[in-house]
């Protein structure tokens, strides 16, 4: 029954998407960018669905701490990367744009340097959980971990933009000019889209670390024996 | 009156049960020697009773309080595997960081005497570095009573030890047992420690297989525990 | 020894809480002093951290053209560069010196809070970092000609040092007996540590070009002073967890 709850929210999601590649495609180019700036109904929602995760992280990790349930230890490194890809999506969304607008792979613009700094600590996470062989401990000190890069998500952010208010480099959305009503719409709607894919993807991911679990668990009764 | 109480303890690394449901007592001025295989759990069950760890499910309580609690830390004394004083730091030096650690009134005193205790007082100020074997051992050994604990939680203290250290080791917990305090010892050594036990468990893969008294037939012949309660 | 005892009132507390509270000062110097000790014995750590520091500030003249007075800004971040990677020699050794002899066993078994613990170690880091800090700033102030205010340099550098040594520190029990652990302690506390360093940098820079630290408006002041006070508290917070597992 769970699986089919995801396969339906997966396909939902699929069509979702569909509809709104085929709204956007259809809205005009933008004035200043050209068709490029569309590059924002993903490289946006992206970002935001990684904040989703980074915080679901967090509340997992903290449950997992207080309570020692391994489900929440699963939930915490699954959304922690289903999170790191859609970081890694709106890394690589704004690298595309900036090439085609500047002829540049990548430029130092305050969101996208926050965001690669988010994703080296994200990625640490996992580079943590990958050198730590026992499961408790493993879970135990990537929950503190997560808190610690939690914490430094805004302060990340905040520095870096008041850096380049000081340093300034090519930004991609000035605050001037007017998003259209409609296309907010569709962007948000693109968020959920992403949003559904999302959980579906970190419901996969929990099998994952479920069947991995039992494994563990095999391997150290035959060890026993 | 009931030292160390075990009860109903369930210790998990991941999901696998390292102890199942282990129940155990030591009154004080009681010896407790654990035995089992390696990989039985006689480790892990010390250092959750230490408070290394805390345990999946149960309780254990010293002197009818948490081992974590700062105050009960003050009673335990813990031999484990390595002999937990620093390579760098002299005897001494060692001593008194440990004695201050455990608010001693007179650290450096304290010190001094432990180190006479053990035969080390010649070697004071000598790097640990530097030392034999077994004169680590028996700086382990000082480290461990220094502060005069009440329970003494012992992994395997006699493997790798010299005679002199040995010799040492059995004194200071006869003196021990006779003032009252509580010892759980692990050990493969039998012969030794059944000498000093009143008790004896058998663990058995994280479980609790036998738990009695040591008795003439154990001491006539150590293996008898194995043989009757233990698989193969 | 007592020849009988009465069994100990383990319940009994410290009589008041200001002989609590004088106690934990005095257990983290005694941590604090035992660390120190043990690395000035032997001062393998701040060795290799002052000659990585010397040694980099040398390749960096290879880099850049520093005569050129507009290299000037660059300054603050080639200093924190060198301080980041040679101070991570030392942090790494932090809580690795527990480990031969199962010596982090004793000490978290001794009647000393996880809290104590840390500060002790992160006190003593501190102070092996900011030697090898003010030995560095006077090397490089003779290789490139470039000058600080002392007052001010140190202000910097005693808030800077401190996040550095705070997130190393709790890292470094984090990854006390993890594989490849040299490799991944810098891996982790760099991204960690990007506010803190950013706002080391700038100052510097800001020095290095005449305006105060407090120029405008001390923001980078308060950035500083913010991530101290906020990962000290989450450090002393977690550590515990840390260390029972």
């Known amino acids: ?225 | 009156m009931t030292a160390v109480s075990v009860d109903g303890v369930w210790k998990f690394y991941g999901d696998y049960p390292a102890l199942r449901d282990v129940r155990l007592d030591a009154d004080a001025g009681t010896c407790l020697a654990l035995i089992g295989r390696n990989g039985a759990g006689k480790t892990t069950l010390l250092r959750t009773i230490a408070g290394f760890s805390k345990p999946g499910k149960g309780a254990i309580r010293i002197f009818g309080q948490e081992p974590r609690e700062t105050e009960t830390r003050r009673h335990i004394g813990v031999i484990g595997h390595g002999i937990a004083v620093y390579d760098e730091l002299s005897a001494h030096e060692n001593l008194t960081l440990y004695a201050r650690l455990y608010g001693l009134p007179d650290p450096r005193r304290a010190a001094l005497e432990w180190l006479e205790q053990t035969g080390l007082e010649r070697v004071r100020d000598g790097l640990v570095r530097e030392f034999s074997r077994g004169m680590r051992q028996r700086l382990a050994v000082a480290r461990a009573f220094l502060h005069d604990p009440s329970v003494l939680l012992l992994d395997e203290p006699f493997t790798a030890l010299d005679d002199r250290a040995i010799a040492v080791l059995q004194r200071l917990l006869r003196e021990a047992l006779a003032n009252g305090k509580t010892v759980i010892m692990s050990t493969h050594q039998l012969r030794e420690a059944l000498e000093l036990s009143s008790h004896v468990a058998l663990l058995n893969r994280g479980a609790v297989a036998f738990h009695g008294a040591c008795t003439a037939e154990m001491l006539a012949d150590p293996g008898w525990v194995y043989a009757r309660y233990g698989e193969g | 020894m007592a020849v009988t005892r009465e069994l100990p009132d383990v319940a009994v507390k410290p009589a008041t809480a200001e002989r609590r509270r004088s106690s934990f000062a005095r257990l983290v110097f005694v941590v604090m002093a035992k660390d120190l000790r043990a690395e000035l014995r032997t001062k393998e750590a701040v060795n290799a951290s002052l000659a990585f520091a010397v040694v980099i500030l040398v390749l960096f003249n290879f880099a850049f053209d520093l005569d050129d007075p507009a290299t000037r800004t660059i300054v603050g971040g080639l200093l924190w560069l060198v301080f980041a990677f040679a101070g991570t020699l030392v942090l790494n050794r932090s809580f690795a010196r527990e480990l031969p002899n199962d010596c982090l066993d004793a000490l978290v078994a001794a009647p000393v809070s996880g809290a104590t613990l840390f500060l002790g170690k992160a006190l003593a880091n501190y102070l092996l970092v900011l030697a090898v800090e003010l030995v560095s700033l006077p090397v490089f102030g003779i290789f490139y000609n470039v000058w600080f205010p002392f007052g001010q340099m140190l202000v910097v550098l005693a808030l800077g040092t401190w996040g550095i040594t705070v997130i190393g520190t709790v890292f470094s029990a984090l990854t006390v007996n993890i594989r490849l652990r040299e490799v991944m302690l810098p891996m982790l506390t760099y991204p960690m540590l990007v506010p803190a360093l950013m706002g080391s940098m700038v100052l510097t820079a800001q020095l290095a070009t005449g305006i105060p630290i407090w120029g405008e408006s001390a923001t980078w002041l308060k950035v500083l002073v913010g991530f101290d006070v906020l990962y000290t508290a989450a450090a002393l917070a977690l550590v515990e967890t840390v260390l029972v597992g």
């Open chain 1, 1 to 225: 029954m769970r699986d089919k709850i995801f396969y339906g929210l997966g396909a939902l999601g699929m069509l979702l998407l569909a509809r709104n590649l085929y709204v956007i495609a259809n809205f005009p180019p933008e004035a200043a960018q050209g068709a490029i700036f569309k590059i924002i109904f993903f490289h946006v929602p992206a970002a935001w669905t990684a904040i989703v995760a980074a915080t679901t992280a967090l509340v997992t990790s903290i449950l997992f701490l207080t309570t020692k349930n391994f489900k929440y230890d699963a939930v915490a490194v699954a959304s922690t990367e289903v999170g790191l890809a859609f970081l890694a999506i709106n890394l690589v969304t704004g690298s595309i744009w900036g090439r085609v607008i500047w002829g540049i792979w990548w430029t130092w613009d305050w969101r996208l340097t926050s965001a690669l700094v988010c994703w080296l600590l994200y990625a640490g996470y996992l580079m943590l959980r990958h050198a730590i062989e026992e499961p408790t401990q493993r879970a135990t000190f990537a929950g503190v971990f997560s808190i610690f890069a939690f914490l430094d998500v805004p302060i990340v952010v905040m520095s870096i933009r008041w850096f380049r208010t000081q340093h300034p480099s090519p930004v991609f959305l000035s605050s001037t000019g007017s998003f259209p009503h409609d296309w907010t719409m569709v962007l948000l709607w693109n968020w959920v889209a992403l949003l559904m894919i999302g959980v579906v993807m970190t419901a996969i991911r929990l099998g994952h670390e479920q069947t991995q679990r039992e494994i563990d668990y095999v391997r150290r009764m035959a060890h026993a024996l």
